[in-house]
């Protein structure tokens, strides 16, 4: 009887412990730990890293340009998006085998809390930044070149920093700063403090055109969003993957209306010209599209119906059992 007691005791105590650790683990506010913003995929031979810097609410209300409040609705409602949506902030580290490239860099300290995180996506993706050797800046824009500095230093100290040369002598000139609208004045505050101590130490390479920029690797220009924006094509095994920048900014409505345009847009026609000529070309030959805004990972194909376009995400695959 006393054996049958002391049984029923320990049963009772280890149901309690259950308890206590099951209603801890409810009691744990998951929702507020952010997961790794990782996304790997192949392209040929390329290792492709997806990295989200985080996201914001895009204030689609303000800064859309050639479009109605019901068009801006019905867009949103249509791709069950809430208003103003969620905005991504992606950039695509590619290890070529011979090198560790990043396409742009995020926003860093220049947006508040809510991004900022390309650096410890790097670290969570198993590499150092340290190890990166040349980074690609589409333009000069806060959300894609803030994240190159911290605290004034190199986040990449043994990279290249390469970007056009149309948007490094823009965004460093203080007659263009004056002639732009006051919302851009930070703007150009931020490239040059940005780009200073990759200028200093000799590491800042501008781009002067179209054309082979390394082994596999090929500019193609796409201004409008900014004077010198850039797209880059990566090849393998008769692979490419484009990274286009901020050659769309707002699928749901960019995608289906190409006629759209941002405040942002330094010039909106030649922005809309270079929208519709790539993500033709990229439906017509079925390239593999990498976006900076559209959501996370960003990687996709697009196809083309009539004059409006449609994106079709990267098939999810996981990779190997280890």
Known sequence: MRRASHLVRGLCGLLAGVLLSTAGFAAANVSQVPPPGIYRFKVGQLDVTALSDGTHPFPVDTVMQGTSPTQIGEALDREFLGRPPAGSINAFLIHTGKKLILVDAGAGALYGDCCG????????????????????????????????????????????????????????????????????????????????????????????????????????????????????????????????????????????????????DSDAVAARESRISLLSSAAENRTLIAAAHLSFPGVGHIRKVGTAFEWVPLNYEAGPAR
């Open 117 to 264: 995180q390309v650096e410890r996506h790097i670290r969570a993706a198993g590499y150092l930044p340290e190890q990166v050797d040349l980074v690609l800046l589409t333009h000069l824009h806060k959300d894609h070149v803030g994240g190159i500095i911290s605290k004034g230093r190199a986040v990449f100290p043994n990279a290249i920093v390469r970007a056009s040369k149309a948007d490094i002598d823009y965004w460093n000139s203080e007659a263009a700063k004056e002639r732009a609208p006051a919302f851009l004045s930070t703007f150009f505050d931020a490239a040059a403090m940005s780009l200073a101590p990759y200028k200093a130490s000799g590491h800042l390479q501008a781009i002067t055109g179209a054309g082979p920029l390394e082994d596999g690797v090929e500019v193609v220009t796409s201004p409008g969003h900014t004077p010198g924006h850039l797209s880059y094509a990566f090849s393998s095994q008769g692979q490419t993957l484009l990274v286009v920048g901020d050659l769309v900014h707002v699928g749901a409505l960019q995608l289906p209306h190409p006629q759209i345009t941002v405040s942002y």
